[in-house]
């Protein structure tokens, strides 16, 4: 039993108390899924979720703290940082006090999510903070937060808190089913271009095959230039036309 005043006490009150004040701004996402996700009030009138939990464009739903469900329509969706973001009507909603943070192994987090509008939280420390790093969709994620916490399939798309309840990334579940965490600089960074654009441009390089067809001589052009011909074609030429100069 654990006797009034003592720091453990402490400790649990202040947590429970860092619960209350980031559920404020946290909501249950309605996407179509097997079961409901969760979502930051990151902006006004602007959620952010996790991509890979919205099944559907349309007829998304949210539930706000303490029950009220609202209507929300999706503002464009990146899933190579696995954000997505929504617009709604916020009505008195507060907005989520975000921060870029650097973390460090063994930082006692909070992970918070939204179940049918009451807190869902969990408990632990950051597992792994390491360098920017690349999702399997090619994104770039500023740093790579592994969690040591049993993350709830609803409070995906929840918020990371740190001990000063500053929200400091969205909670995903990445490979394997590890939680993970998206900076809130990442999470700062596709919202601007999905408000913007709708979606987030990513820059590639590839190849292209062309059908050459029997019979006719085809250039091939490597960005935008002829190839060279080889020695061999142009003895090839030079023969042709000596041959065919002999005979006239």
Partial sequence: MVEPGSPLLAF??????LVE????????????????????HWRSGVIVTAEEVLERD???KLTLPGGRVADASLAGRD??????VLRFQPDGLPVATSAEAPLRAGQVVLAVGNHDGAPLAALGIVALAGGAWHSLR???IDSLI?????LSPAAEGGALVDLQGRIIGMTVLGPRRRALSIPSL???RAVDQLLARGHVF??????????VRPGTRQWIAIFGQPARRSRREHRSERTVRTRGNSRR
Avoid: F, K, M
Wanted: glycine share 16%.
């Fill in 146 to 150: 592994r969690l040591d916490l049993t």
């Fill in 79 to 84: 899933p190579t940082t696995d954000v997505a």
């Fill in 138 to 140: 090619g994104g770039t």
């Fill in 58 to 60: 349309e007829n998304i």
């Fill in 202 to 211: 990513r820059g590639y390089l590839g190849a292209g095959l062309q059908r």
């Fill in 12 to 17: 649990s009150d202040d947590v429970a108390e």
């Fill in 21 to 40: 004040r980031a559920a404020s701004s946290i909501v249950a996402v309605h996407g179509g899924g097997r079961w409901p996700s969760s979502g930051i």
């Fill in 186 to 188: 990442t999470v700062d």
